[in-house]
Structure formats: structure tokens, C-alpha cells
């Protein structure tokens, strides 16, 4: 029987983002959780593979597809429960034991968001986050995801999919998802380059176009 916890990650060129969440997850190493992190690589031009290797990590590479990606991280996983992250992501302080919490509970998971910026508009569209995950069960990728194996497989996994992969996932698994007591910290980088109102009306749009049922691979386009 598998035991224990595989961090699966999705990456392009996301070298500079590895540090800061490579630190959080040495908690989870240091706790004895974490069996293996798996770095699923879409392609990435800079130093991503060198951090794998210096790091122990499992490198799995293949097509840029964020959907795609997740799958082939979590087929070449061996644990019982599969964590989900963001490149970009930080975790917070006491996430070895809210997840261990969340594994006994035998539920799905995720985390309350934040962003890596301070003001007005990050705690808007934080709380709009937190409250569509919370009242519609539609947690995006960015939240994090830890879910049974078993679960995971039985579901079929993660659609080969570039985009919405997160929201198809969260719809299949629907009222089962538990919301954990603790935020990460997520990237703010595309909001600040877009502006935080003009992305968060796109992303908006793009979630209710995928839910009409609009092509993952056109909204990518416009995304």
C-alpha cells in the first residue's frame, strides 16, 4: 500500500519561483509527509531541471499544457494522497498540519488565497476567490489541491486540457471539497501587468464562457 504524500507541480520556466515554495515544502519533508515532489515540465528554457536535480525532485517532462501537465505528475506519483501546487505558490506556516488534518478527515482539500501584494484590489479578488470556492465548490489551481489517490484516480484524473482543468476537476468533485484553515500565498505578477480589474473581469468571463461550454483550448487564446 502507498503511503505517505506526492507535491506535484506544474512548470515552464519557473525557475525563479521554485525557491520560495521549495522552502515552505521543507516542512513537510522535515515532518516526514512528503515522499516525493514531482516537477512536471512543459518545456522550461531556464534553470527549472538544474533545481530539480539539486533538489531531488522528480523531473517529468512533455507537452506545455497546464491540464496535461498535472496528469503526468500525478501518473508518475507513489503516494497515497496527491498535493497539487502552483509554481508560484508559498505556503504558510502550519500547512504540514492542516494537511495531515485534512488526510485524516479523508475529504479533498484546499486553501484559502492570498496574493504577494498589499492594497484593496488583491483583497477583492482574494475574497471573491475564497467566497467562489467556498459557496460554488470551484477552487482554482492557484488554491492548491490535495486529494486522495484512490479518489483522484477513480474520478479519471486531470483532463489533458490547457486550460479550466482546475474547474473541471473541482466540478466533478463538487460538495466533497473542504475549504482548509490556512492561506498561501499566490503570485500577483499577471495582475499587476494586466491590472487588477481588467484581469479579474477576464477571468471572470473565461469561467463563465468554459461553464457555457466553450473550448478549453479557444479560451486559452484569449487567456
Given at each position: 500500500?502507498?503511503?505517505?504524500?506526492?507535491?506535484?507541480?506544474?512548470?515552464?520556466?519557473?525557475?525563479?519561483?521554485?525557491?520560495?515554495?521549495?522552502?515552505?515544502?521543507?516542512?513537510?519533508?522535515?515532518?516526514?509527509?512528503?515522499?516525493?515532489?514531482?516537477?512536471?515540465?512543459?518545456?522550461?528554457?531556464?534553470?527549472?531541471?538544474?533545481?530539480?536535480?539539486?533538489?531531488?525532485?522528480?523531473?517529468?517532462?512533455?507537452?506545455?499544457?497546464?491540464?496535461?501537465?498535472?496528469?503526468?505528475?500525478?501518473?508518475?506519483?507513489?503516494?497515497?494522497?496527491?498535493l497539487f501546487l502552483h509554481a508560484d505558490t508559498q505556503l504558510p506556516e502550519g500547512w504540514v498540519r492542516a494537511v495531515k488534518a485534512q488526510m485524516a478527515d479523508g475529504r479533498p482539500g484546499y486553501f484559502r488565497l492570498t496574493f504577494d501584494s498589499q492594497g484593496i484590489a488583491p483583497g477583492i479578488v482574494a475574497g471573491w476567490a475564497n467566497l467562489r470556492a467556498r459557496l460554488l465548490c470551484l477552487p482554482y489551481g492557484d488554491q492548491g489541491l490535495l486529494i486522495a489517490r484512490d479518489e483522484y484516480e477513480a474520478l479519471g484524473g486531470y483532463q489533458d486540457i490547457p486550460l479550466m482543468e482546475d474547474v473541471a476537476m473541482s466540478r466533478l468533485l463538487g460538495r466533497r471539497l473542504r475549504m482548509m484553515p490556512l492561506a498561501l500565498r499566490s503570485s500577483a505578477a499577471r495582475y499587476r501587468r494586466d491590472g487588477w480589474l481588467r484581469r479579474g473581469a477576464r477571468n471572470m468571463w473565461l469561467l463563465a464562457r468554459y461553464l457555457m461550454g466553450s473550448d478549453p483550448e479557444r479560451l486559452r487564446k484569449l487567456y
Open positions: 500500500m502507498r503511503a505517505g504524500l506526492s507535491v506535484i507541480v506544474p512548470v515552464l520556466d519557473a525557475a525563479d519561483d521554485l525557491p520560495a515554495l521549495l522552502g515552505g515544502l521543507m516542512a513537510g519533508v522535515e515532518a516526514g509527509l512528503i515522499r516525493e515532489l514531482i516537477l512536471s515540465d512543459g518545456g522550461s528554457r531556464d534553470g527549472a531541471a538544474q533545481i530539480a536535480k539539486e533538489v531531488g525532485a522528480v523531473w517529468v517532462a512533455g507537452p506545455a499544457s497546464r491540464g496535461g501537465q498535472l496528469r503526468r505528475g500525478a501518473d508518475a506519483a507513489e503516494g497515497a494522497w496527491l
